[in-house]
């Protein structure tokens, strides 16, 4: 099972912010929170990731509740470009047995209007 | 700086078949992920390798399986193949996995099971 809820699609603006939720309520107190995305017919992209304090860069921002069950990825201002599939999965590094199964779950396809 | 190379693009295989898929990281990275990804089931994880060790595993066949090289560069291979093994593999590399720091993908092998 996916540990981490996303909505199935979203729409939003070309030009405008958006805001794409993930709910991970079941999180540990060692989880890091990544975002990735995949672009049609390409390879999942890197776009962002934190532990706890909000983080930016020039992809995103990503703001992560104070509670930690839950994250919004913040695209400043959306581009057709980044119409995609938007993947929230949490990974925690302290995990040395085989225990740590990295699930994508379905994401977020994203649709920008022109 | 290359990126992860994945090779070959796209294959086309026969039942009952076996198959061996390359996968070359950035240059410095020690960790390489597999995943398959299909229509129906997303994005699955297979198995990571770290300085050539299997670190962890999903929930796959046997049939499945991978090494790494000294120089970090990795193979699956999937024996016996089944009409269900048509999908598009994926590979990626992070400098040391455990979602510390953020994972790079390839463009995926597309292979096609006849």
């Known amino acids: 099972d996916a540990k981490t809820t996303q909505p199935n699609s979203m729409e939003s603006n070309e030009e405008e912010p958006v805001h794409l939720p993930c709910n991970h309520s079941?999180?540990?107190?060692?989880?890091?929170i990544h975002w990735y995305r995949q672009l049609p017919s390409q390879g999942p992209e890197y776009v962002i990731h934190g532990l706890t304090s909000n983080v930016n860069n020039r992809m995103a921002s990503l703001a992560i509740a104070e509670d930690r069950k839950s994250s919004t990825l913040i695209l400043h201002r959306a581009t057709l470009r980044d119409a995609a599939v938007y993947y929230c999965?949490?990974?925690?590094?302290?995990?040395?047995?085989?225990?740590?199964?990295?699930?994508f779950g379905k994401g977020t396809r994203l649709h920008i209007l022109p | 700086k290359a990126g992860v190379t994945q090779t070959p693009r796209y294959l086309i295989k026969t039942r009952g078949q076996q198959v061996t898929l390359s996968c070359s990281p950035i240059s410095g990275h020690r960790s390489v992920s597999w995943y398959q990804q299909t229509p129906g089931q997303g994005l699955q994880f297979l198995f990571e390798y770290f300085s050539e060790t299997q670190r962890n595993k999903g929930n796959f066949p046997g049939r499945f399986s991978g090494r790494q090289f000294s120089n970090s560069r990795s193979e699956m291979n999937v024996s016996t193949l089944e009409l269900g093994d048509s999908a598009l593999y994926l590979c990626a590399s992070s400098l040391e996995g455990r979602g510390r720091t953020e994972a790079f993908f390839g463009q995926g092998t597309r292979l096609t099971v006849v």
């Open positions: 999965i949490l990974r925690d590094p302290t995990i040395t047995n085989r225990d740590d199964k990295i699930i």
């Open positions: 079941t999180i540990s107190g060692t989880d890091y």
